[in-house]
């Protein structure tokens, strides 16, 4: 069989973003997955020089390639010259929206010594509603009257195809279990909407054990007992925060993964560490890319270069090296020789 060749649309980003990426890249192509790439220069700096961030035709571009691999968007921190939003709403957000990449995926895995040793699981986090719909508005603005509302959209459609989605993870789980983070006590609305729905999508997966934690107790068990955890589903805001702490009590967000996902493949998907720019060591050759690394096994999973994607992963988790004197080359090159 002829060996495809995957277009590829790359946006190294700030900071260690590049850096990062490339190594993703070398790796990918070591591991024998054939890919050819576009750069798209977009990011805080390219916004600083020109005052770009992404338009429409763009978007449309992007939407047509085979999967998209982002570094790390932003500015330094300290950095003032961009107000908060710009980039986030403007460029990654408005990707996630436009493309209709409504499930993001971050599975995560305790390191040696981390909180979580041993512990593998990952959140499901719906990628397109809840607080990041952008409803609200400002009245008033700056007066003593002012007023400012930030609603949280969930749709049936949008929770179902995200609970349904999760559950299809959790089936394939060895110990299949998935367990729905939300508020239900306090935010009645959209908590009955989710529990619901995981109730009625549950009764088709009777072999997925199904469980319920108010966020606040999810953020102690993340930390006292991990281990509980198959699948966590959760809204896209307590999905956001609870990403941080799974990437801290599993080894640091150095190493988490991250898939925004169009399961149906109107568009592309895209591809992405969970960690910052990282402005401070850019350059220097320190950068960590086994995040980065990660994302693309998370690519190849879903370009369906399943053996490429189990034999990076491995190589991954077998990675004993250390990274602080290996640098950004050396961790590239052992993972390369381990595939
Ligand atoms: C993430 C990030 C983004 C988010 C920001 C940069 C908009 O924190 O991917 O977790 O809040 O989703
Ligand atoms: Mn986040």
Redesign the pocket.
């Known amino acids: 069989m002829d060996q495809r060749t995957y277009r590829v649309a790359v946006l190294g980003g700030d900071g260690i973003g590049p850096e990062v990426t490339q190594a993703a890249l070398d790796v990918v192509r070591a591991a024998g997955v054939a890919i050819e790439t576009t750069s798209y220069d977009l990011g805080a700096a390219r916004y600083l020089r020109d005052g770009f961030v992404l338009d429409d035709a763009t978007l449309e571009q992007l939407r047509g390639y085979d999967a998209i691999l982002l570094g790390a968007?932003?500015p330094a921190i300290g950095d003032t010259r961009i107000p908060g939003g710009v980039?986030?709403?403007g460029l990654?957000?408005r990707m996630?929206f436009g493309l209709d990449l409504y499930i993001?995926y971050?599975p995560f895995r305790g390191i040696a010594g981390s909180l979580a040793e041993g512990c593998e699981f990952a959140i499901v986090?719906e990628?397109t509603e809840g607080p990041?719909a952008g409803e609200g508005g400002v009245l008033r603005h700056g007066t003593a009257h002012e007023v400012a509302t930030q609603g949280s959209v969930n749709t049936r459609f949008g929770v179902e195809r995200c609970v349904r989605y999760a559950f299809e993870r959790a089936a394939a789980l060895d110990r299949p279990k998935l367990t729905l983070v939300h508020k239900t006590n306090v935010l009645t609305f959209a908590g009955e909407l989710w529990s619901r729905v995981v109730r009625e999508i549950g009764a088709l997966y009777p072999t997925v054990e199904v469980d319920y934690n108010h966020v606040d107790a999810a953020c102690i068990y993340f930390v006292e007992n991990p281990a509980r955890y198959g699948i966590i589903v959760t809204d896209?805001?307590f999905?956001?925060i609870l990403?941080?702490l799974a990437g801290a009590v599993t080894g640091g967000i150095g190493y988490a993964a991250?898939a925004?996902l169009n399961p149906e493949r109107s568009s592309a998907s895209l591809f992405?560490p969970?960690h910052?720019a990282a402005h401070d060591i850019a350059g220097t050759g320190k950068a960590n890319p086994l995040a980065a690394v990660s994302s693309a096994v998370l690519m190849l999973e879903h370009l369906g270069e399943h053996e490429a994607a189990r034999r990076l992963a491995r190589a991954v988790q077998e990675f004993n090296g250390d990274v602080a004197t290996l640098g950004t080359v050396g961790v590239t090159r052992q993972l390369i020789e381990r595939l």
Request: no cysteine; proline share 0%; aromatic share 4%.
């Open positions: 968007i932003g980039l986030e709403r990654l957000l996630r993001n971050r986090r990628n990041y896209n805001l999905g956001d990403s941080d991250s925004n992405e969970v910052g």
